[in-house]
């Protein structure tokens, strides 16, 4: 299985010296180089080899062609593109038709070094892409495709005379994904060459290559610094005797640079170079191993690093280890079996510190089960206090189907840096950023120069962000041999600056910028996360805050502008001696990326106190009302009551929130409440408020549906032969009559006499319609009075009076009331009915004054009943009763409203709204005759008219429906009367 360990694991020998060897012995030495991936000592050997077929006197059994390909790969493989190119090129042309499993190969290979070769780097800082060359690259990887060269692909052979196999379909099928990844990859370095056509150059943020104390001759990698020590990976190569050896032996160890500071927070030079001391398997020489990859915890107590042993003729393998800092010193090592799984490689640690929560991550990648490729990223939680490691979590988001290494994950800036050879990468590795902005998260490619056409990997940022690290075997790293342009990794970094301005505005009375005059100061809270105690933290801890400057603008007003760092929160705090101090908190996370300017929202200056002057008008005629018609009442609960400094004007204290109830002395109009927070009470010092009050659209609940129930043959007419006319008014001069307790003229009392009296009916039609049956205690079958079948009635409550229909031998029917029943409704229709309606009239009318006065218009539709004299008919008698009665409801409308108005100026009169009177509804008999027994049910005619409930109940005017004129912003809104039933109750 494949470990991306480093970029490369060469072993560097010199690698042939017994010339006793047959050729094919050197070849079989090359291809066991080559599959343990010493790349370097196969390149060496296939190189003597192929002298020999050069000149002719290769006469072994492997086929020439197969040697060059392994030639061509090796090279390809340490990085020797120029040798892999020339070669490759060259057996695209002696292998077409020969070896087909070659020219397939080298088609594919060829495509490959091509993409590398298409960046032309002129300095560090300064990069270029060959358009040419990437086309070229992509025809390669398109022919390869199109040409379907996989059918054609085989295992290696084992030795020369062998024929070898054919690779498994999925083999096969992962050659053309990788085509068809090349391709995308080609495609996206051709855009930025067009977007870019003179390179790409970096004018800040330079990229620089540590300098020759910390790298080597060798592979230099997986950098981590840590204060002023930078911890990293070193391969090293024996020297002397040993590499004179048929096999070669390469090992890592992790070193220790130590830097002095360069007096502006950067990286000086390199005071000492250690090796750190070898203890047990950690970075032991002597063995075939490789101690890399060093993670430290944040209170310096453990190390986490990978060990990799790798056998003669073996990949290496590898798992996590541990070591405790004991008094300074580091202890022996401890495999990390909680993570570590069998079978599979662990590696490349790193950790990640959170300076708010005081968490720790530990990230790492692994090709264990349940990977999405070949390597993939985990992480899994450090418990500090003794090292032990939480259960990994899979990053599935963050990871592809190919491989991705190298985790070094941010905290301050919360960003993933790792390594992948995923789709889009300019060269075989490049370093990606796993960004969560918002709802977005994706994986982005750092591009160009940041990453080559070579491998580029082990990201990492210092805690504040301020300088990134990576290693990379781009062409600048150094080489151990000068003739080869090839191999090793290096160590590069760059400085980034994060800084960027902070603007600040302040804002008083009616949002007069005051910038000027205010106090500003300005605490870094990233890691105190002391977000509402800043400034007490600070000043506490003697800590200063950020100091900015004052910048007049083209429009005269001021902005403090400070310099701040990305990723950092801060809390500022403004003052000034008329206003109560305020503050605002920023932080300036990823939506900042690529911007230098921050600009806070303005910090509105809360004033000591707001003097409010509240002015109360109708919100359809704007006219104000008077001071006495309307109370203000304020309502707080940390604040008291706002003391009244002038008219209508009020002292509130914007610290507190209040809650104004606005209540009008006309009860038309709706009560209003406003709402008087922080936000609102800081916007001026002082100011106008303007409470509009709404009318009501309809008459309150207890003032609908007023009836008004006459007397028979009331209200008297003026003259007798004018039926239509009358001076009587509906008060208690016409009521009084009607409702008088006394013995001699109790209208209560003969109503109640008469009701209450049995009576025959001489036949059953007369009483079709108007009874049912109803099941009465102790089984008797009884007849009843009709109790409503109405269907325009069904919802609603009624009452009815209980006869007992009972047939004679004669054929007619005794009709007998229920005592109780009756005794109760009538009762009710005199206290509740008469009386009651008369009472809530004088309410009505004061209403309907109120209403009025507000300098709108109100139009009453009034209908009048009657009883019925002859069953089913509205007589020319009725019809002039009628119309009587609405007269007397109008007139004493009208006389009442006079009444209360007097006094009342003409010119106050004229801004009243007025009374309208609509055309009546029809007469009706509606109701009351349905409900109770009909009065014609009764043998005296003149006296059942008068004294049965039912035509006590039809003789009423009612008002129907009452408009509001411009009500609620319409021409005219109106509320309907609830039209009350003469049987409900």
């Known amino acids: 299985m494949r470990v991306v360990l480093l970029s490369i694991l060469a072993s560097l020998v010199f690698p042939f010296t017994n010339f006793g060897q047959t050729l094919d012995e050197v070849v079989k030495v090359g291809n066991r180089s ?8 196969a390149f060496r050997l296939y190189e003597k080899v192929l002298e020999y077929v050069g000149e002719g006197r290769y006469k072994g059994d ?36 020969q070896n087909m499993d070659v020219y397939a190969r080298s088609t594919f290979n060829l495509a490959q070094v091509k993409k590398s070769l298409a960046e032309e780097i002129f300095a560090l800082n300064k990069t270029n892409m060959n358009r040419a060359v990437l086309e070229k690259a992509r025809q390669l990887y398109q022919e390869f495709l199109d040409n379907n060269l996989r059918q054609h692909l085989k295992a290696f052979p084992a030795s020369g005379k062998d024929d070898p196999e054919g690779l498994s379909p999925e083999d096969k099928l992962e050659f053309d994904k990788r085509a068809a990844k090349g391709i995308a990859d080609c495609n996206a370095a051709i855009r930025a060459a067009d977007e870019n056509p003179g390179g790409i150059v970096l004018e800040k943020d330079t990229i620089s290559r540590l300098s020759d104390v910390v790298n080597s001759e060798y592979s230099d990698l997986a950098p981590v ?62 063995d075939f191993s490789h101690t890399v990859h060093t993670a430290i915890t944040h209170n310096g107590t453990w190390m986490y690093f990978s060990h990799c042993p790798q056998g003669s003729g073996e990949s290496p393998s590898c798992k996590l280890y541990r070591r405790e800092n004991k008094g300074g010193a580091w202890g022996d090592p401890e495999p990390m079996d909680s993570i570590n799984a069998d079978g599979a490689n662990t590696a490349q640690p790193s950790i990640s510190y959170d300076s708010q929560t005081g968490a720790q991550w530990l990230y790492f990648a692994s090709d264990r089960k349940g990977t999405k490729g070949g390597l993939d990223i985990w992480r899994c939680q450090v418990n500090e206090a003794d090292g032990s490691l939480a259960e990994p979590e899979h990053l599935s988001d963050v990871n592809s189907e190919w491989n991705d290494a190298t985790p070094f994950y941010h905290a301050l800036s919360d960003r993933l840096f790792f390594s992948s050879d995923r789709g889009s990468t300019f060269g075989l590795y490049d370093n990606f950023v796993w960004e969560s902005c918002g709802s977005e998260k994706i994986a982005r490619n750092l591009g160009l120069p940041y990453n080559s056409g070579f491998n580029d990997q082990y990201y990492f940022l210092t805690e504040g962000g301020e300088r990134a690290f990576f290693s990379s075997d781009r062409p600048e790293s150094t080489r151990f041999i000068d003739s080869l342009d090839a191999c090793c990794q290096d160590i590069f970094t760059y400085p980034i600056d994060n800084s960027m301005e902070l603007e600040i505005e ?19 809270i990233t890691i105190c996360g002391c977000r509402e105690k800043a400034k007490e933290y600070f000043e506490e801890k003697g800590r200063k805050f950020i100091e900015g400057t004052l910048v007049k603008q083209e429009d005269g007003s001021f902005k403090y502008i400070a310099t701040v760092n990305r990723y950092h929160n801060y809390r500022i705090f403004a003052s000034q001696e008329e206003f109560e101090t305020g503050s605002a908190n920023i932080a300036l996370d990823c939506e900042y990326d690529g911007r230098k300017q921050a600009a806070l929202p303005p910090i509105q200056l809360s004033p000591a106190f707001v003097d409010l002057t509240f002015v109360v008008h109708d919100k359809i005629t704007e006219l104000p009302l008077e001071l006495e018609d309307y109370s203000l009442v304020f309502a707080s609960e940390d604040a008291p009551a706002p003391e009244e400094v002038g008219k209508q004007t009020f002292r509130l204290f914007p610290k507190s929130n209040y809650t104004l109830n606005v209540k009008a002395e006309q009860s038309v109009y709706k009560p209003f409440t406003l709402l008087l927070d922080s936000v609102r009470l800081t916007k001026s010092c002082t100011d106008i408020i303007h409470v509009e009050l709404e009318k009501r659209c309809e008459a309150p609940p207890a003032l609908e549906g007023i009836a008004f129930f006459f007397d028979n043959d009331k209200p008297d007419r003026i003259r007798k032969s004018e039926w239509k006319t009358t001076n009587q008014r509906y008060n208690a001069a016409l009521v009084d009559p009607y409702f008088a307790q006394w013995k001699d003229n109790n209208k209560k009392f003969n109503y109640l006499a008469f009701n209450l009296k049995p009576y025959v009916v001489n036949s059953w039609a007369d009483l079709s319609g108007k009874v049912r049956f109803d099941e009465l205690e102790g089984g008797r079958t009884d007849t009843l009075m009709n109790l409503i079948t109405d269907n325009s009635q069904a919802n609603l409550d009624r009452e009815s009076l209980r006869y007992k229909v009972e047939k004679r ?17 009538i009762d009710r229709f005199f206290e509740r009915d008469l009386k009651g309606d008369l009472e809530r009239f004088d309410s009505l009318i004061t209403y309907i004054k109120e209403y009025l006065e507000t300098g709108s218009p109100v139009r009453v539709t009034m209908q009048a009943f009657c009883s019925v004299r002859v069953s089913g008919i509205i007589s020319d008698y009725n019809a002039a009763l009628a119309e009587r009665r609405i007269l007397c409801i109008r007139k004493t409308m009208e006389e009442a409203l006079e009444e209360k108005w007097k006094g009342v100026s003409r010119a106050e009169r004229q801004r009243y709204g007025k ?12 109701g009351a005759a349905r409900i109770f027994p009909d009065p014609n049910l009764d043998p005296d005619k003149d006296e059942g008219g008068t004294y049965f409930l039912s035509a006590a109940l039809d003789r009423r005017v009612q008002i129907n429906k009452i408009e509001f004129g411009e009500c609620g912003g319409d021409e005219t809104s109106s509320t309907k009367t609830k039209t009350k039933n003469p049987g409900q109750p």
């Open 34 to 41: 080559f599959d343990t991936k010493d790349y370097y000592k």
């Open 62 to 97: 492997w086929d020439s062609l197969y040697i060059k390909y392994r030639y061509a790969e090796a090279a390809r493989q340490f990085n020797n593109y120029e040798a892999a190119d020339s070669m490759y090129t060259v057996l695209c042309t002696e292998s077409l038709g």
């Open 225 to 286: 610094l840590i204060g002023n020590e930078l911890y990293f990976s070193s391969v090293k190569f024996p020297s002397g005797t040993t590499a004179h050896n048929r096999q070669s032996r390469t090992y890592s160890e992790v070193l220790k640079a130590t830097f002095s500071g360069d007096g502006q927070g950067g990286l000086g030079a390199v005071l000492s170079l250690d090796t750190l001391a070898q203890s047990g398997l950690f970075n032991d020489g002597n």
């Open 506 to 524: 302040v804002l008083g009375c009616n949002e007069e910028n005051i910038t000027s005059e205010a106090e500003i100061k300005i605490y870094d």
């Open 809 to 825: 031998p004669d054929g007619k029917f005794n009709i007998t009331p229920d005592t109780t029943l009756v005794e109760g409704r």
């Open 915 to 926: 009374l309208i009177f609509l055309p009546p509804d029809a007469v009706s008999d509606k």
